[in-house]
């Protein structure tokens, strides 16, 4: 009868061998799962961008589209601002008579473009047809104080230029800056301005971004910790997979034990 309660009661900071056994591959495949998840996460287009303007150094938060042109982080791109005066949306309907003006200097051309009338896919072939210069295009909201889209398409294939999504406020405010250029300004292949992208992880963008990153350094210790990589061995914490070696660390006979060498300076 001892014998039989001993078998079936352990103490609480105790568990069985067996039990031990099962739990840990219920950690490792937890941990599993959720490093399979952060690794899908990863490579969800989390990007923001901004149109910046030379002459009056205004910034327009943007958002570049899901297809297309990526745009690289950190990098800049330069163009001319455009717009097609008789198809100010873009739309296939009424491109036949759409002509820009070739930048002197080389620089590539960015055509505005208002939201609707047609797709998003739509408007980036038409500008894609007008000429090989045109490399990016900028689509603004025609819904006032609307939220920043993300443009999609049903089929991206062959669509090997830049767009970005900016807010009826930028985009009008970015018209005015067309209109009001100066002749030599549109001469020279217009309005200049910078097309940029960055992450909000690697370049937060105030508090909120600094929570984020705390967020996902506290996230990866964690699962370090979920799936055992780094666990505790009694008083050695252990950095590592499962079955790695470590080197014990020597206890106060072992350091008593050490043999003492004694070394003589040389004159």
């Given amino acids: 009868e001892h014998s039989h309660k001993r078998n079936q009661r352990f103490p609480n ?52 589209a899901s297809f297309g042109m990526r ?71 025609d819904e006032v104080n609307g939220e920043l889209k993300t443009m999609t398409a049903a089929d991206a294939s062959n669509i090997t230029i830049g767009l970005q999504f900016v807010s009826s406020a930028s985009g009008n405010d970015l018209l005015d800056q067309i209109d009001a250029q100066s002749s030599k300004s549109l001469e020279k292949g217009g309005v200049r301005i910078l097309l940029d992208c960055y992450t909000p992880w690697l370049y937060p963008n105030g508090w909120v971004g600094w929570i984020m990153m705390l967020i996902s350094c506290l996230g990866s210790f964690l699962l370090c910790i979920s799936t055992g990589f780094i666990r505790r061995d009694g008083n050695v914490l252990v950095m590592g997979p499962h079955g790695s070696s470590y080197e014990q660390l020597l206890t106060d006979d072992d350091v008593d034990n050490l043999p003492e060498v004694e070394y003589n300076e040389r004159s």
């Fill in 13 to 64: 900071n105790h568990k069985p061998h067996q039990q031990m056994q099962d739990e840990q591959p219920n950690r490792t495949m937890k941990g599993r799962r959720i490093l399979t998840t952060l690794l899908i996460l990863s490579r969800i287009h989390l990007s923001l961008s901004v149109v910046w303007e030379y002459d009056t150094r205004h910034q327009y938060e943007s958002l570049p």
């Fill in 71 to 141: 745009f690289e982080v950190g990098r800049e791109y330069a163009a001319r601002l455009q717009k097609i005066h008789k198809n100010p949306n873009l739309c296939e309907d009424k491109v036949s008579n759409a002509t820009i003006i070739v930048p002197e200097d080389g620089t590539p051309v960015a055509i505005l473009a208002k939201r609707g009338h047609c797709t998003y896919e739509e408007k980036a072939r038409v500008a894609m047809g007008i000429n090989p210069v045109v490399q990016y295009v900028i689509v603004y909201d």
